[in-house]
């Protein structure tokens, strides 16, 4: 059974940048698809991108694409998130996610294993 540690959150002005980590241990590394999403209060889990073990990607809301990049070690077992030109509609715990699935990969109840979240705050 896959276990997902999430690492990098914190307080960071806006227009400030912040790199997020994963680490996944005691799972098949490769079978999965490795995703981020994050909520904020009140809202919904949001989609914000995956990336496949050969490294395909698939970004989601508009609001990120362009500022964020997900990006996967398959040595290291670790995804990342690298978050740049943060605004304060970026606030949210952050969860990184893993699925065996082959679609509908927005989706968060194709997710397998979950992460405990990272919060990021960004100030104005």
């Known amino acids: 059974q896959a276990q997902l540690v999430e690492s990098g959150g914190g307080l960071v002005q806006a227009g400030g940048s912040l790199r997020l980590s994963c680490k996944t241990s005691g799972g098949t590394f490769s079978r999965y698809t490795l995703a981020w999403f994050r909520q904020a209060p009140g809202k919904a889990r949001e989609f914000i991108a995956h990336i496949s073990w050969s490294g395909g990607t698939t970004y989601g809301a508009d609001s990120v694409k362009g500022r964020f990049t997900i990006s996967r070690d398959n040595a290291k077992n670790t995804v990342f998130l690298q978050m740049n030109s943060l605004n304060t509609e970026d606030t949210a715990v952050y969860y990184c996610?893993?699925?065996?699935?082959?679609?509908?990969?927005?989706?968060?109840?194709?997710?397998?294993?979950w992460g405990q979240g990272t919060q990021v705050t960004i100030s104005t």
């Open positions: 996610a893993a699925s065996t699935a082959s679609s509908n990969l927005g989706i968060p109840n194709k997710y397998d294993y």
